[in-house]
């Protein structure tokens, strides 16, 4: 129910205003209205004629038409105060009006040629001297005011140098004579000089070079510094006959260029230094300006509309030429894009139908095309926001959107934005009103909404009882509250009070207030004044005052919430009132903001929670602009948090000073809240935790990731929701862009949000699922987790509130109790839809369970089979009807097919086949198949063909489709060209009767079968023949087979049965007509069981009995085919026959094979058939007997492996050691080991490869095969080798004894090593370190005869001891000779003496140390002793020649001939028998 009364006041309305102060510059550009002020002008003013506001103050100047058919000029305020001491009255009419371009001088030309100068300032009136005596049609400024330009109707054109009071200096600067009437003049701006402010910046942080521009004592510095835009006197001025002409800043004009009507406005586009001409009958020209003056025409174009009416004409945004012309329509020319379009007012705004648009005006900054129609109507469109490069890329007119029209009256004839605060001055022909824009007001407070709709007129809704009522209020409103019980309007110096009663409003009081902000609570109105606050009655009594210390500041924000009442001051100071009792009383003491939130700036807006525990704030910055910063403070934990819709977005923003326990929270998990600033907050009623705020995108800030394209999903405006605890702190619980049918967020009260609406446009998302239409202007959103529970009861509201915050906390246990007792099926479903983005499929199996929801259950069980969570809860969002949900789930765990399945299923078919194709291929031909079957049943056939193409289905599918359109099918598969669409249409043809045509497009198809087939139906089966013949298809040749059989014609059946490869039927037809010849070509080339069925019939004929055997081995049939050779004795069939049998033929068909050929002495072939019949012991026995050489092949196949059961181990390893016996004897000694190893007798197979001699695997082998016998065998053979000269030999035959553990054999190898050192080198050393090692080894050895041991340690131990004698005697003769010479004196007369050391060695050393000392006797004779103790032919070996010969000569003796025996001097094979001797008698001494 809806009951709309209207109430009238008294009191005059001016304007409203938002009643948050500090957010009146955010919020005015959503949601504003425009205040009209009709100008007070005096009684002589009758109509006004011109317009002309100040570039920069709010000044604007009328020129009217006075009563007594004269003239006067009027300068007025903002608000249409008239200013008096500024009026001017003539007898006659004013001609044009310009105002200085920054002082408040205005320059008024008449029609008789005077120019009077009002200085508004100065309050005083300056007239030019007089120059023209016709009326003034130019009057200009210059661009920086120092020059004023005045013309006449005559041509007269004179330039005055002005003072800055408006005053004319000394004579005119210029005066000229056009001969024709001027029309228009526009200055050209002068080149600009140096930035001063940019480098004084510069200059400040260290810049040299701006330093020297700005010292003018220093030298050399360049160019001296232009201050700020020079003089610029050039400028254009037009003719009545169409021509234009420069006048340069030397006073010489210059003619530049003609039109061929009159000018009717003449622009300058400063960027590009090009001149805008547009005449009477609207041709359009641009030309390029030189810097002398010279102009070149860059284009010239005909602009359509209506001509003979007066236009109005204007450039914006440096490019778009906007012209009104009295049509319905206003009419735009894109200079960049050379494009045009139209904009119209919609009659659905409000408009007539064929209103016309008399005139435009243009304000940039506020981005408003302002139009004014012949029925006192102001149409408005705003350009589209956004960056410029989305701008950029709208189309024409999608740049505007109209706005709702501000109503008039009359003719509007002119219209002008001006002044720094973007005033509209509209002249209606009776009267000049200025508009101006101002927030609407508005306000939502315990389920009351108040909403200006209009100047005067408020619309009020309670929501309690589904009431709206229009409140008319005549007063100057600056603010509303409203409660339950009245609503409150304020304008800074009067404060009325509503209270409502009933379906009505009573005035319950009205008195005079300076406060500018106000709020209610109950029946008492807070107001401040300085330092204090107000506590009043309805009436205005004050009540209680609440004050304020001087360090605090003076109050300037209220706030009322529950109980509480939360103040905040100029100073950055707060405040918290219990409001609770009869007197307010302190609940929180005051803090200090910039204390709490060091290096941010001040107050904007305070608010407080219903338990006044918490307070939240917006910050102000210095430049008056909101922070993107939401500040929290909790006033029972004494704890600060700070919201950041900007952090980490590297925009190089200062940085909040380290506070103590400053909890940082941020959006940079949400990048759609990046780049956003607060604009308004609030906290819920009742809620203390609930908190939302309406965050707008900040304008005039551009970061790196918005220079990228955006995209119109991109929203201006987000409402985000917060839970605000102390044990979780802050928590993002929702956000949303404001839908485009509601303007701004009045307030929160669960279980919903509150919404004023866009006048005048439809409301778009009525129709979704939790958006209630309450009335025009308010609307009401549910909260998220209300959506469809309507207007719950108190207890299910506080369960769901719960269930939400502990979703938000992430606490789904606890969510999840406090709504399981709840049976609304709505309840459950958003819990539900929460397990979507929780993904708590637990969760969400219950709550299908409780909605009733079969279906969706039945689904979720079957989807727990996919591996991916995000797949199983697409399923549970597919089902509860979130697609886009599913659809980002499915993309996030990458499951294209179930994305693509998904797409079918929701009718996305190019999103299904852009998914198949890029990610899921393997579907495509599927995707591609299902989406032809789609536009098949969409009847949309020529999709459907193509998408059955790229299927691969169309050879079934497409002739199927068309089967009703017969000419069509034809042409498809003529178009197509593929043999199996015209295969399906020639057996149609064929169905049809038609042959012919069936003959063509089979051989098209290449279908021999069917031409063979329907040949042979006409009966022309000579042409069937050719075609079978030339083919050689199989399917064709047996048809064919089947009609020359069925015509007796046998040999020409055999031959195409044979070209069909049916060998079966062309062998039965080669038996029953006695073919013996072919029979046999035919079986060979035949199945096994057709070449047994021919040997049968070869048998049972009795002839051609080798044919009949033969089949039978070709067939696999040895056993007959054998039986067959055996009885009719085929020798060389039986040889053939063996050469086939394996070991998968009969062992008793092996056998007689092999005594066959046993018996003919072809015993390699009975072996290969007793091997291959595993008759082992038989073959080895046939191998000894006919002394067969077994080869490694044989000894192979006569090796059985360990896994055959065919014999035992134990008989295994007797077979394998009678194999290697065998091959002993044959001495195969490599392949004797072999066998050996692998029955496991390793020393056997040792003993064979010792006899091979081969060294290297005799190491091998020994080392493998890790045996004590094994090892000392191989170490005893090398020894056997010439073991001296390898030193891996020897390295070997030592590791052999050690790992044989033959210690004894060790020692007498080291015993022969040192002996060996000892002939060979005559190196004791090395001989010593042998022995050594050989004692070592003897006395660790545990031989069987200790005594023999203990003689031989015995041994060695005196061998050692003399040789380390000789040794050491030779190491000390270089220091002491005779005791060398001594020592080995005593060495000769040991007993032992030959068994360790050589005579000749000792001998030796004696004679040569005394040839050294020269005592030849004694070297002869030990010399003489040598020759006795050492062959004769040994002698060089110990004593050179040389010495022998010194010796001789020494005691003079001639070298005896027995010295040198005659056997030196015979041949060399006596010398090498000597030296053997020599050697024989060196080993044994």
Not at 499 to 523: K, Y
């Amino acid at each position: 129910r809806v009951c709309i009364s209207i109430i009238y006041l008294s009191i005059p309305v001016r304007n409203v205003c938002f009643p948050c102060t500090g957010l009146q510059s955010v919020t005015a550009s959503v949601m504003a209205v425009y205040v009209d002020h009709r100008t007070e002008a005096p009684d002589s003013v009758a109509s006004p004629s011109h317009i002309a506001w100040h570039p920069l103050h709010p000044l604007l100047a009328v020129a009217s038409i006075s009563t007594a058919s004269g003239g006067c000029v009027d300068i007025y305020l903002e608000q249409g105060e008239h200013v008096s001491d500024a009026h001017v009255e003539r007898s006659f009419q004013v001609a044009s009006l310009s105002w200085h371009p920054s002082r408040p001088i205005l320059a008024a030309g008449w029609e008789t040629g005077e120019v009077v100068i009002l200085n508004k300032q100065e309050k005083e009136h300056h007239a030019v001297p007089p120059n023209h005596n016709a009326k003034i049609t130019v009057l200009n400024w210059s661009t920086n005011g120092t020059c004023l330009v005045s013309g006449d109707r005559h041509g007269v054109l004179v330039l005055w140098r002005m003072d800055q009071r408006g005053r004319v200096q000394g004579p005119a600067l210029l005066k000229q004579e056009c001969g024709k009437c001027l029309s228009h003049c526009v200055f050209r701006p002068p080149p600009p000089g140096e930035d001063f402010v940019q480098l004084a910046k510069a200059a400040v942080g260290g810049d040299e070079k701006a330093l020297d521009m700005f010292n003018w004592r220093k030298a050399g510095t360049g160019t001296p510094l232009k201050m700020g835009l020079q003089e610029g006197l050039s400028f254009f001025i037009t003719l009545t006959d169409g021509s234009v002409h420069y006048v340069s800043e030397k006073g010489k004009t210059r003619h530049v260029l003609s039109t061929d009507s009159l000018v009717q406005k003449l622009l300058f586009m400063e960027e590009r230094d090009v001149l805008v001409v547009i005449t009477e009958n609207l041709q359009l020209s641009l030309h390029a300006i030189t810097l002398e003056g010279e102009a070149e025409e860059l284009m010239k174009v005909k602009l359509s509309g209506k001509i003979g009416h007066s236009a109005d004409i204007i450039l914006i945004d440096h490019s778009l030429v906007v012209t009104a012309l009295g049509e319905t329509v206003i009419r735009f020319w894109d200079l960049d894009r050379d494009e045009n379009y139209v904009l119209s007012p919609d009659v659905e705004f409000g408009f007539e139908g064929g209103e016309c648009i008399n005139c435009v005006s243009y304000c940039s900054a506020k981005g408003l095309l302002a139009a004014g129609t012949n029925k006192g109507r102001i149409a408005m469109w705003r350009k589209a926001a956004g960056s410029d490069q989305s701008i950029r890329a709208l189309e024409g007119k999608e740049k505007w959107k109209l706005q709702a029209p501000t109503e008039l009256e009359g003719n509007v004839i002119q219209i002008k934005w001006g002044s720094r605060k973007n005033l509209l001055a509209v002249n209606n022909i009776s009267s000049v009103v200025i508009l101006s824009e101002q927030a609407m007001s508005s306000h939502f407070h315990q389920q009351v909404a108040v909403v200006q709709v209009s100047p005067n007129l408020f619309n009020v809704t309670f929501f309690s009882t589904g009431t709206t009522h229009s409140l008319r209020v005549d007063m100057n409103v600056n603010g509303v509250f409203a409660t339950k019980d009245a609503v409150v309007f304020w304008n800074g110096k009067q404060v009325t009070v509503f209270e409502c009663s009933g379906d009505t409003f009573r005035s319950a009081g009205s008195f005079l207030c300076d406060s500018p902000v106000l709020s209610v609570h109950g029946e008492n109105l807070y107001t401040v004044e300085p330092y204090r606050v107000q506590v009043r009655t309805w009436q205005g009594t004050v009540k209680q005052l609440l004050v304020f210390s001087e360090a605090e500041g003076n109050p300037c924000l209220l706030d009322v919430c529950g109980n509480f009442l939360a103040v905040g001051t100029d100073l950055a100071h707060f405040k918290i009132f219990d409001l609770s009792r009869r007197e307010a009383k302190v609940h929180c003491n005051s803090k200090n903001f910039s204390e709490l939130f060091p290096g941010l700036g001040g107050i904007a807006s305070v608010k407080c929670n219903a338990n006044g525990n918490k307070v939240s704030i917006l910050v102000s910055k210095a430049d008056g602009k909101i922070d993107s910063k939401i500040c929290f403070y909790d006033v029972e934990m004494d704890k600060v948090t700070l919201f950041d819709f900007k952090a980490e977005q590297g925009n190089g923003r200062e940085k909040l000073s380290s506070g103590q326990g400053i909890d940082n929270r941020s959006a940079v998990d949400y990048p759609e809240l990046h780049s956003h600033i607060p604009a308004c907050h609030f906290w819920d009623q009742s809620e203390p935790r609930l908190f939302v705020c309406e965050a707008i995108l900040e304008t005039g800030l551009q970061y790196p990731d918005q220079k990228k394209k955006q995209t119109e999903s991109t929203m201006d405006v987000w409402i985000i929701s917060f839970f605000s605890t102390e044990e979780h702190g802050l928590l993002l619980q929702d956000s949303f862009p404001l839908p485009s049918s509601y303007q701004v967020l009045l307030g929160i009260e669960v279980p919903h949000y509150y919404f004023a609406k866009k006048p005048g446009e439809a409301e778009k998302g009525q129709a979704e699922s939790g958006s209630i239409k309450v009335s025009q202007m308010v609307a009401r959103r549910p909260m998220r987790d209300f959506i469809g529970l309507g207007d719950c009861d108190k207890t299910t509201r506080d369960a769901m509130l719960n269930f939400s915050f502990y979703l938000t906390a992430g606490d789904m246990d606890e969510a999840f109790k406090s709504i399981k007792l709840i049976k609304s099926e709505a309840v459950w479903e958003s819990m539900a839809r929460m397990c979507v983005k929780t993904q708590r499929l637990d969760v969400a199996k219950i709550c299908l369970g409780n909605m009733g929801h079969a279906r969706g259950a039945k689904a979720l069980r079957e989807a727990e089979q996919e591996p991916e969570q995000e797949a199983r809860v697409a399923v549970l969002a597919i089902q509860l009807g979130m697609l886009e949900d599913a659809e980002r789930l499915y993309k996030a765990c990458k499951r294209y097919d179930l994305l693509n399945k998904f797409y079918q299923a929701s009718n996305q078919w190019q999103k299904a086949i852009e998914t198949a194709e890029a990610h899921d291929r393997v579907h495509l031909r599927t995707t591609y198949y299902n989406y032809a079957k789609h536009l098949e049943a969409s009847g949309e056939h020529s999709l459907a063909l193509a998408h059955y193409e790229k299927s691969d289905t169309h050879r079934f599918e497409v002739p199927r489709m068309l089967s009703e359109d017969l000419q069509a099918l034809e042409n498809y598969v003529n178009k197509m060209k593929d043999k199996s669409l015209w295969k399906w249409w020639a057996q149609y043809l064929e169905s049809q009767s038609d042959m012919e045509s069936a003959l063509k497009y089979y051989a098209l198809a290449q279908d021999y079968f069917s031409l063979v087939r329907v040949h042979c139906f006409q009966g022309n089966i000579q042409k069937a023949a050719e075609i079978a013949n030339e083919t050689g298809n199989w399917a064709a040749s047996y048809h064919l087979a089947r009609q020359y059989e069925s015509q007796d014609e046998i040999k020409q059946a055999v031959h195409f049965y044979t070209r069909a490869q049916a060998f079966n039927n062309a062998i039965r037809l080669c038996k029953e007509n006695n073919l013996d010849d072919q029979l046999m070509n035919l079986a060979l080339l035949s199945s096994p069981e057709d070449m047994i069925e021919a040997a049968c019939y070869y048998e049972e004929k009795g002839e051609q009995m080798d044919r009949a055997v033969m089949l039978y081995h070709k067939a696999g049939h040895f056993s007959k085919a054998l039986e067959l050779a055996f009885a009719t004795q085929q020798f060389g069939a039986l040889q053939l026959i063996a050469e086939d049998l394996d070991e998968h033929s009969d062992p008793a068909l092996l056998a007689r094979c092999s005594d066959f050929f046993i018996e003919h002495a072809q015993y390699e072939k009975a072996m290969e058939l007793l091997l291959t019949a595993k008759k082992y012991h038989e073959a080895l026995q046939l191998c000894l007997k006919q002394n067969l050489t077994i080869t490694e092949e044989m000894a192979e196949k006569m090796t059985v492996s360990k896994d055959s059961k065919d014999l035992s181990e134990e008989s295994r390893r007797e077979l394998l050691e009678q194999i290697a016996d065998c091959c002993v004897r044959q001495g195969n000694y490599h392949m004797a080991t072999k066998k050996y190893t692998q029955a496991g007798n390793k020393l056997k197979a040792m003993r064979a490869l010792l006899k091979s001699g081969d060294t290297e695997k005799i190491v091998f082998f020994a080392g493998v095969s890790r045996q004590r016998e094994i090892y000392i065998m191989a170490a005893n053979y090398l020894q056997s080798l010439d073991w001296c000269k390898d030193p891996e030999i020897m390295k070997n035959i030592i590791s052999f004894y050690t790992k044989g553990r033959a210690l004894d054999l060790l020692a007498g190898f080291y015993d022969a090593c040192a002996q060996v050192e000892i002939d060979e080198y005559q190196n004791y050393e090395k001989a010593q370190g042998a022995l050594t090692e050989a004692y070592k080894c003897l006395s660790k050895a545990k031989t069987r005869s200790p005594l023999e041991q203990e003689s031989k340690l015995a041994l060695l131990q005196s061998k050692m001891t003399l040789i380390k004698r000789f040794v050491h005697a030779r190491r000390v003769y270089s220091e002491d000779p005779k005791e060398a010479v001594r020592q080995c004196e005593l060495l000769l007369a040991e007993q032992d003496f030959d068994n360790a050391i050589r005579h000749g060695d000792v001998l030796g050393f004696l004679v040569e140390h005394y040839v050294q000392v020269e005592d030849f006797h004694m070297a002869y004779r030990y010399l003489e002793e040598m020759q006795k103790r050492v062959p004769p032919m040994s002698l060089s070996y110990y004593v050179t020649q040389q010495t022998i010969e010194a010796v001789h000569r020494g005691v003079g003796i001639p070298v005896s001939q027995t010295l040198v025996p005659e056997e030196i001097r015979h041949s060399s094979v006596e010398n090498k028998e000597v030296e053997e001797e020599v050697a024989d008698e060196v080993e044994d001494p």
